[in-house]
């Protein structure tokens, strides 16, 4: 089993990713949830979506907190022949997703701060493993297929294995900016996020076992124990090859005419010696009457013919005894644990185009975020985490459009988000590290968000978007890989008070399953077929303290 399969494979638990890019987190709101387009927002969630537009606000103290409920499974089906049951399903569980918001407007000037999950923050989890870590594993049985012919009863007919990973994974975001006014139709904004990372990782190997003749044994015992039987057939076979310098000895001394029995008789061998004689004849092909009639000059002839044969299997034998030694290593259990840590800082900028009143022109662009995690290890019986080392975890700059319509009825905003993911290395394939994982063609998001007023203090919502993160079939593996996908969302806005404002909302995402071939060296080519699920449930109260 490589290293390098579980070591790329743990990496890509990182991006643990619900709506946005390959690991940006757009879903900050529960106004985003309930509208799905919040690009020229000029309400207390401006602040990650259009914070230039935060000018719009009424002067005084802002706040708002959301929490999301986020429930995401992610099936994968291969058709890799040797696996017992090519069917997997992790399970991305985020029980709170928490965003804040604060806003204070002055005049011109906006100053804001928001905290919130800015890529990841949640676990995921896959009772099964994944096809990446079993694989490796299938190839045992068919590897010792060569047992049968040393013996009918070491047939090695399948395997199993329990195989468990978990993974968290949160990077928060946390932004400080400030917007100013130009004037009555353009306002901007600069401000910056700063990135606590953290990435956790727990991995077992445990109780592979071999099926021989029905039966389950342990791997490595199982293994230990028949190295040491060919060890001894090796040594054997070495035995009968050096046969003819055994005996020469004898045929100098005069012996040759001599049957092994009259050999025995005069004490010249023992009844051990004998048998050792008789059995590599018994191998080359005599029966025990021929054997019998022979004398040593003739069996010296037999065993100088047939040493060369016995000298192949002595090698053959004793590099399958090794090999089964190593293969028991490999086979015993394994675990890891380890956590990642780093920072990094996201510079942002901004602007704000109202040219009447009713219409919002809004632009954000954030920069690529340069991050590096350190290993924090505990555990890591396969080397994969080396205490202190680091890992490059960039975040890809985020070109975000909106445009918003608004009426006393009816509310409309279109938005669009370009992610620079062609500008981030994204590191080796784990089904083959020779292959860089590719992208096609930068990121986009398109939605497209209505609100209807339907009273002075309540509206609700409904909206869409899809989005196309432009991976080539390089990037994809079964531990990660993006779908296209189509997202659907609605909810309510209750206005409490003047002051206070509850939103809640629900959304669904639909995924377009993506089919993948991969080609093993051993077996050629594969198919596996991936597709996702995410519902997201979001509530949230905005509060105002207006001068």
């Known amino acids: 089993m490589k290293k390098s399969i579980l070591f790329a494979a743990f990496l890509m638990l990182a991006p643990l990713v619900y ?34 537009g935060l ?89 010792l297929a060569g047992l049968r012919q040393i013996n009918p009863a070491l047939n090695v007919t399948g395997y199993s294995a329990d195989l468990s990973f978990e993974g968290s994974s949160v990077f928060w975001g946390i932004q400080l900016g400030a917007t100013y006014q130009v004037n009555d139709i353009f306002s901007v904004y600069g401000g910056v996020r700063y990135l606590p990372a953290k990435n956790t990782y727990y991995g077992t190997i445990q109780n592979i076992q071999l099926n021989v003749g029905g039966e389950y044994y342990p791997a490595p015992a199982w293994l230990t124990e028949v190295s040491t039987t060919v060890s001894g057939l090796a040594a054997q076979a070495t035995a009968a090859a050096n046969m003819p310098q055994t005996l020469q000895p004898f045929i100098d001394g005069g012996a040759g005419g001599f049957t092994l029995a009259q050999l025995e008789g005069g004490g010249f061998i023992n009844a051990a010696q004998r048998a050792g ?107 994969l985490f080396p205490d202190g080392s680091t890992a490059n975890n960039d975040i890809p700059a985020l070109l975000a459009a909106g445009v918003g319509y608004q009426t006393d009825l009816i509310e409309a905003q279109l938005s669009y988000n370009m992610y620079f993911n062609k500008g981030v290395e994204w590191g080796p394939n784990i089904r083959d590290m020779s292959i860089k994982r590719e992208i096609d063609k930068n990121g986009m998001e398109i939605a497209l968000g209505l609100q209807f007023n339907v009273l002075d203090n309540f509206a609700f919502s409904i ?24 997202t659907a969302g609605a909810g309510v806005e209750w206005k409490l008070t003047d002051a206070l404002t509850l939103d809640a909302g629900a959304s669904n995402t639909f995924y377009q399953d993506q089919t993948v071939t991969f080609n093993d060296p051993d077996l050629g080519s594969y198919k596996e077929n991936y597709t996702k699920t995410t519902i997201n449930f979001a509530v949230g109260l905005s509060y105002a303290l207006f001068r």
Do not use: C
């Open 55 to 143: 000018i719009k606000l009424d002067d005084g103290w802002h706040f708002a907190a959301y929490t999301q409920t986020i429930l995401q499974t992610k099936p994968v089906d291969s058709d890799f022949p040797l696996l017992n049951d090519g069917y997997y399903e992790g399970v991305v569980t985020v029980p709170v997703f928490p965003t804040a918001f604060a806003v204070y407007k002055m005049d011109d000037w906006a100053f804001s701060l928001g905290i919130g999950p800015n890529a990841g923050g949640g676990s995921a989890s896959y009772e099964r493993g994944l096809p990446s870590f079993e694989i490796p594993i299938t190839k045992v049985v068919p590897g």
């Open 277 to 383: 004689i008789e059995g590599g004849l018994v191998i080359i092909g005599l029966s025990q009457q021929e054997i019998n009639a022979m004398n040593l000059n003739t069996i010296h002839g037999a065993y100088e013919q047939a040493s060369p044969v016995f000298q192949q299997q002595a090698t053959l034998l004793s590099n399958t005894s090794v090999s089964l030694s190593n293969t028991a290593d490999r086979m015993g259990d394994k675990e890891v644990d380890t956590e990642q840590t780093g920072t990094g800082f996201t510079p942002m900028i901004g602007i704000n185009f109202s040219p009447a009143d009713n219409l919002n022109i809004a632009l954000k662009y954030e920069m690529k975020t340069t991050l590096a995690l350190t290993n924090n290890t505990t555990v890591d019986d396969m080397g």
């Open 19 to 52: 709506a946005g890019g390959l690991l940006t987190n757009t879903n900050q709101s529960a106004q985003f949830i309930r509208m799905m387009s919040r690009n020229a927002s000029l309400d207390i969630d401006a602040v990650y979506f259009n914070p230039a």
């Open 463 to 486: 909206g869409g978007m899809y989005g196309d993160q432009g991976v080539a079939e390089s990037y994809q593996s079964d531990f990660s890989y993006s779908n296209p996908s189509f």
